[in-house]
């Protein structure tokens, strides 16, 4: 267990619905990252938030986006669903501030977009 | 286009035997790399991470690191039924922000007893 959790575990929406998932990092990290993970690939990074400010984000489009909170926990938000956006979404937190830093993963949320 | 590249296997290998996986990247500069296990279903686990040329050892596992030829490989020695999963190797590319990770698509190992 890394002490990272999310919520919800499961999720199912329709097309053009919106989304909310949540992530509480490990005790002691302030950074918390998302990746979306495809069935048979390998996680692609989303964004990533840093002291409540986005620091750094990969090739998804605005209508994702996110938050992070004083306590460091974070949202992810997905607008416009689409069927493509069924995945596993997976949040790991790090202290930050170094290339080095080692990142620990959350269970996951499973979303499935029908 | 910063890419890391993993046979995606399946690699199947007798109970007890050494599992190689190997793992290419393209960014010449990548600072940090990452090995993580994932079983089916569930999130990827940190095995090890190396960011100097050479090898680290952790228990039964070896990271080895070259950056000139741009790889980077996991030996599993005395591999276990329960070290079937899929291997995920991750590179933090230099340009990026502290923490993204870039990903292969992994490679599933298959540990027969």
């Known amino acids: 267990e890394t002490g990272v959790t999310q919520s919800p575990t499961h999720l199912i929406k329709t097309r053009g619905q919106q989304v909310t998932l949540r992530c509480s990092s490990q005790s002691g990290h302030n950074t918390v990252s998302w990746y979306q993970q495809a069935l048979g690939q390998g996680p692609q990074f989303i964004f990533q938030y840093y002291r409540e400010e986005e620091n750094g984000r990969g090739n998804f489009p605005p209508r994702f986006s996110g938050l992070q909170f004083p306590n460091y926990s974070s949202e992810l938000n997905v607008n416009a669903l689409e069927l493509d956006d069924s995945a596993l979404y997976l949040c790991?937190?790090?202290?930050?501030?170094?290339?080095?830093?080692?990142?620990?993963f959350g269970p996951g949320t499973r979303l499935t977009v029908l | 286009q910063k890419e890391v590249e993993q046979n995606s296997g399946p690699l199947s290998v007798p109970e007890g035997a050494i599992a190689s996986l190997n793992c290419t990247y393209s960014?010449?500069?990548?600072?940090?790399f990452f090995w993580y296990r994932q079983y089916s279903g569930k999130s990827p686990e940190l095995i090890m991470f190396?960011?100097?040329?050479g090898d680290k050892e952790d228990g039964r596992f070896t990271a080895q690191l070259n950056k000139a030829s741009q790889y980077v490989s996991l030996l599993i020695r005395d591999s276990q039924p329960s070290d079937s999963a899929t291997y995920l190797c991750a590179v933090n590319p230099p340009w990026g922000s502290q923490g993204n990770l870039i990903f292969g698509k992994g490679t599933k190992l298959s540990v027969k007893p």
């Open positions: 960014d010449r500069g990548s600072q940090s």
């Open positions: 790991a937190s790090s202290t930050g501030g170094s290339s080095t830093d080692t990142q620990y």
């Open positions: 190396i960011y100097s040329n």
